[in-house]
């Protein structure tokens, strides 16, 4: 054998050995090797769910009372959950079977024209009300720590109050750090700490509920909630009955993100089938957590439930134990704010990239070598967008700092559109559902239904918000 042929099988064998080196680190879409799994997927849907929109279920309970609260509360669980798992089988294009990155790359295979541009509208508009929703929440949480630290020192008849604009930019400069995160498939480790959390001040909140009820003090309840001529007048009776149902809707947000969470599963089991198990545990967990923090919030505090239930319960003794609670609130809302702004990142990123693909500000980034987390893939274009856009929600959420109104909306502009239309029609047009079939028809009659409790949903929270524009001033946010 001459030395030139022994040279050619030499690079033959390491061309084929690079190649399924190559193949071994790609996924079935020729990307990088995914590494999640249904437990992880599971983390990044309970950091989703049970956000700060637990906070506010005792008193959406107050408003509908004890049979209307939990019934839409158990309704709204079983309509996430089963649009959920239509949305889970989407996300691949139907024709090419490629995998789909993002919610509006879903719709724009199986529905594509207009369809595609409305989502767009509507995921990162809510995304947006999201991460300005979670730095008021955020904020709140960090004066009330010092608040009780204030009421301990000085007496339960100190003023002790402090703005919140402090506590806002110290929480946008912890998420201008984090957001250097480059994407998603990062974020497993922080969400597992955040779900964590999430389970952490739930437990306590319940804690506190079934303490103050085994004092023997009993709060004023009823079967239709807060009463008309004592606690509201027949208006406000009904503009909070629908923002009560908007916060509880806000409280099932993740679709928004459930197409970009599935992007991270591994191929093998089949992504869809993981996706579904996650789904249905993540949903099961957060639908437990949420009725006893609703329903034993509101058996404690009764019709003049606040919406922030935790803030209930005085920021006196134990306060050291509201102070723990505050604390794993802001920890999860830290994770939970990134993983529904990665999307809006990756967004913007891989349209810029589109957009000027010789643009080396936007293209090129260098490596460094960080301890503890080995290698990071600095980009100066990552810094710059992803700073200004924090720093951007962090200004809105001090000019309008309306947290129980926030929440409503967002929950209600969003649940009908992302969590149940663009699922039901997607499947729909996958499955190719004959018009006006029975299947056809009580999906449809679904999507009709939830029309109706979201679009006043919306309206109530826009009443609140307009009611708080006339006394309020920008940037005066106090807790």
Same mark, same amino acid.
């Given at each position: 054998?001459?030395?030139?042929?022994?040279?050619?099988?030499?690079?033959?064998?390491?061309?084929?050995?690079?190649?399924?080196?190559?193949?071994?680190?790609?996924?079935?879409?020729?990307?990088?090797?995914?590494?999640?799994?249904?437990?992880?997927?599971?983390?990044?849907?309970?950091?989703?769910?049970?956000?700060?929109?637990?906070?506010?279920?005792?008193?959406?309970?107050?408003?509908?009372?004890?049979?209307?609260?939990?019934?839409?509360?158990?309704?709204?669980?079983?309509?996430?959950?089963?649009?959920?798992?239509?949305?889970?089988?989407?996300?691949?294009?139907?024709?090419?079977?490629?995998?789909?990155?993002?919610?509006?790359?879903?719709?724009?295979?199986?529905?594509?024209?207009?369809?595609?541009?409305?989502?767009?509208?509507?995921?990162?508009? &809510?995304?947006?009300?999201?991460?300005?929703?979670?730095?008021?929440?955020?904020?709140?949480?960090?004066?009330?720590?010092?608040?009780?630290?204030?009421?301990?020192?000085?007496?339960?008849?100190?003023?002790?109050?402090?703005?919140?604009?402090?506590?806002?930019?110290?929480?946008?400069?912890?998420?201008?750090?984090?957001?250097?995160?480059?994407?998603?498939?990062?974020?497993?480790?922080?969400?597992?700490?955040?779900?964590?959390?999430?389970?952490?001040?739930?437990?306590?909140?319940?804690?506190?509920?079934?303490?103050?009820?085994?004092?023997?003090?009993?709060?004023?309840?009823?079967?239709?909630?807060?009463?008309?001529?004592?606690?509201?007048?027949?208006?406000?009776?009904?503009?909070?009955?629908?923002?009560?149902?908007?916060?509880?809707?806000?409280?099932?947000?993740?679709?928004?993100?459930?197409?970009?969470?599935?992007?991270?599963?591994?191929? &093998?089991?089949?992504?869809?089938?993981?996706?579904?198990?996650?789904?249905?545990?993540?949903?099961?967990?957060?639908?437990?957590?949420?009725?006893?923090?609703?329903?034993?919030?509101?058996?404690?505090?009764?019709?003049?439930?606040?919406?922030?239930?935790?803030?209930?319960?005085?920021?006196?003794?134990?306060?050291?134990?509201?102070?723990?609670?505050?604390?794993?609130?802001?920890?999860?809302?830290?994770?939970?704010?990134?993983?529904?702004?990665?999307?809006?990142?990756?967004?913007?990123?891989?349209?810029?990239?589109?957009?000027?693909?010789?643009?080396?500000?936007?293209?090129?980034?260098?490596?460094?070598?960080?301890?503890?987390?080995?290698?990071?893939?600095?980009?100066?274009?990552?810094?710059?967008?992803?700073?200004?856009?924090?720093?951007?929600?962090?200004?809105?959420?001090?000019?309008?700092?309306?947290?129980?109104?926030?929440?409503?909306?967002?929950?209600?502009?969003?649940?009908?559109?992302?969590?149940?239309?663009?699922?039901?029609?997607?499947?729909?047009?996958?499955?190719?559902?004959?018009?006006?079939?029975?299947?056809?028809?009580?999906? &449809?009659?679904?999507?009709?239904?939830?029309?109706?409790?979201?679009?006043?949903?919306?309206?109530?929270?826009?009443?609140?918000?307009?009611?708080?524009?006339?006394?309020?001033?920008?940037?005066?946010?106090?807790?």
């Amino acid at each position: 054998m001459t030395r030139d042929v022994q040279a050619r099988m030499n690079t033959f064998m390491l061309d084929t050995m690079e190649s399924a080196k190559s193949t071994a680190a790609a996924d079935d879409d020729n990307s990088s090797k995914r590494k999640g799994t249904w437990v992880t997927a599971g983390a990044h849907i309970i950091t989703a769910v049970i956000g700060s929109g637990v906070l506010s279920l005792s008193w959406a309970i107050a408003q509908l009372g004890w049979i209307a609260g939990p019934v839409t509360l158990l309704l709204f669980s079983a309509i996430t959950w089963f649009t959920s798992t239509l949305l889970a089988d989407c996300c691949r294009d139907p024709i090419s079977g490629r995998r789909c990155s993002s919610y509006m790359d879903a719709v724009k295979s199986n529905l594509g024209g207009i369809h595609y541009k409305l989502c767009g509208f509507a995921q990162y508009g &809510n995304l947006v009300g999201i991460s300005i929703g979670y730095s008021i929440t955020a904020a709140i949480s960090m004066a009330a720590i010092k608040r009780s630290g204030c009421f301990h020192k000085n007496g339960h008849d100190a003023g002790c109050h402090v703005k919140n604009n402090v506590f806002m930019i110290i929480f946008g400069f912890i998420e201008i750090i984090l957001s250097q995160i480059p994407n998603l498939h990062e974020l497993s480790g922080l969400s597992v700490v955040a779900a964590i959390m999430s389970f952490a001040y739930s437990t306590i909140g319940l804690g506190l509920s079934i303490a103050k009820l085994a004092e023997g003090s009993h709060a004023r309840t009823s079967l239709t909630g807060t009463t008309v001529g004592v606690d509201v007048t027949s208006a406000q009776k009904i503009w909070n009955c629908f923002e009560a149902m908007g916060d509880i809707a806000f409280a099932y947000a993740f679709s928004t993100v459930l197409v970009e969470i599935q992007d991270t599963v591994k191929s &093998n089991p089949p992504e869809n089938e993981a996706m579904k198990k996650a789904t249905s545990v993540g949903i099961s967990i957060t639908t437990v957590f949420y009725m006893l923090c609703g329903v034993l919030g509101y058996a404690a505090l009764g019709n003049k439930a606040p919406g922030n239930f935790l803030t209930g319960f005085g920021f006196y003794e134990p306060y050291w134990l509201i102070d723990v609670a505050n604390v794993c609130i802001i920890v999860h809302l830290v994770g939970a704010y990134q993983v529904f702004c990665q999307p809006i990142f990756k967004c913007v990123e891989d349209w810029c990239s589109n957009r000027w693909p010789n643009n080396s500000f936007i293209k090129e980034g260098r490596p460094i070598s960080l301890p503890i987390f080995g290698v990071y893939h600095f980009s100066a274009f990552r810094l710059v967008w992803r700073t200004a856009y924090v720093i951007m929600t962090t200004t809105v959420a001090m000019i309008f700092p309306f947290f129980n109104d926030v929440l409503g909306l967002l929950g209600g502009a969003s649940f009908l559109p992302l969590t149940v239309y663009f699922p039901i029609q997607m499947h729909i047009a996958r499955e190719k559902i004959q018009p006006w079939s029975c299947k056809w028809i009580w999906l &449809n009659v679904l999507v009709l239904l939830c029309s109706v409790i979201s679009l006043p949903a919306a309206a109530g929270s826009i009443e609140g918000i307009v009611k708080d524009l006339r006394i309020f001033k920008p940037f005066t946010s106090v807790s």
